[in-house]
């Protein structure tokens, strides 16, 4: 690993400040960026990196204002096992159990969750050995003509056809969580974008400080299914994040897009309907209406359909 400078943040303003001095990036638990440091992934690595975790105030769970808060700094295992966030908002604590294993989710925030880097084997590979579009405007996709098998089936955003890797996104925005960060606070179904090399509108200089999930209607259920081919300590292949109440409904998948992707025809088929097999099955065959599969990941598309099926039924 290169040489590399390691600084902690005392406040968001500190961080923020550090971050702004260039060349620099965020740290929380770490278990995403130690992995694309050590692999030197990408050809721009940052000279300093900026502890976030020595910031206090950032890592808690509470109900205030009509709303779900949620500290960047609290780690996945805090909200996996939150009493009110397993029963209120079951989707977020199903989604954040989902993450790798016990030892990530123990150290894991759902701040650095949602910020993590792409997950494309192209945009992985040690030694920036592919110079693919995500770090490069100049550079190609690489996944759309080669090993694509967990990629994208609703074809590319901003040229990338990679699968969101977080577990958590899904959630927020099925949700419709706020972001809040050392700037502003966004829905979250517009933080998410293809932004170079990151999945967030984050500019280099800006932090998540605080998720915010308003009050659900009474009588609301969610769940959260996910896919991939090992059972623990893998990336979702195909998820689906469900919150239903009587006459609203909102679906979303992950690992099928290179951010969340909002399944409004499987929405508008479930939508004020009794939850049962047949009605769940016909939203579920939506779920994936406009799919276009790369040369190898046809099979995703009956995944989702079923991903999508699961999660309705969850709901009942
Ligand atoms: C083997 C393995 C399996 C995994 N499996 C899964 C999985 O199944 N599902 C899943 O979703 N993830 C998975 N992950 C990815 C990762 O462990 C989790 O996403 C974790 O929640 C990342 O949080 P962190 O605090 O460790 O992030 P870090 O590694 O500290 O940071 C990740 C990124 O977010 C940025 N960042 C961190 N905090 C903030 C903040 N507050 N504001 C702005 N930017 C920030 C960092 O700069 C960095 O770019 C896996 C990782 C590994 C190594």
Do not use: W
């Not at 001095?21 to 990408?42: F, H, N, Q």
């Not at 030892?103 to 494309?120: D, H, S, V, W, Y």
């Not at 958590?168 to 966004?186: D, G």
């Not at 969610?222 to 896919?227: D, M, Q």
């Amino acid at each position: 690993m290169y040489k590399i400078t390691h600084v902690d943040a005392t406040s968001v303003d500190d961080a923020v400040a550090k971050l702004a001095e260039g060349s620099a990036a965020a740290i929380a638990g770490g278990t995403d960026l130690i992995t694309t440091l050590k692999g030197m992934c990408t050809p721009t690595p940052p000279a300093k990196i900026v502890n976030l975790k020595t910031i206090s105030g950032l890592k808690y769970i509470k109900e205030e204002g009509g709303m779900l808060k949620i500290g960047a700094l609290t780690t996945l295992t805090e909200i996996a096992k939150s009493s009110v966030v397993s029963s209120k908002y079951t989707v977020l604590a199903q989604a954040a159990k989902a993450v790798g294993g016990p030892e990530l989710r123990n150290a894991g925030t759902i701040g650095g969750n949602i910020c993590q880097k792409p997950r494309c084997p192209y945009f992985r590979n040690e030694h920036n050995a592919f110079n693919c579009l995500r770090k490069n405007p100049n550079g190609l996709c690489y996944a759309l003509t080669d090993y694509n098998v967990k990629h994208s089936i609703f074809g590319a955003a901003a040229g990338c056809v990679d699968g969101c890797p977080s577990d958590v996104a899904p959630a927020l925005v099925a949700l419709k969580a706020k972001i809040k960060t050392s700037k502003r606070t966004m829905e979250a179904a517009d933080f998410f974008v293809v932004n170079g090399e990151d999945m967030t509108a984050l500019d280099a200089d800006e932090i998540v400080t605080e998720i915010q999930v308003p009050e659900l209607a009474s009588g609301t259920k969610s769940a959260y299914k996910k896919f991939a081919f090992r059972k623990s300590i893998d990336f979702p292949l195909v998820s689906c994040a469900a919150v239903i109440s009587g006459s609203d409904a909102s679906i979303v998948l992950g690992g099928v897009y290179p951010i969340p992707r909002r399944a409004t025809a499987a929405e508008d088929a479930i939508k004020g309907k009794t939850i049962d097999d047949a009605n769940a099955t016909a939203a579920g065959n939506e779920a994936t209406k406009g799919s276009v599969a790369l040369g190898q990941n046809k099979y995703k598309i009956q995944i989702a359909k079923v991903m999508t099926k699961r999660a309705i039924l969850a709901c009942k």
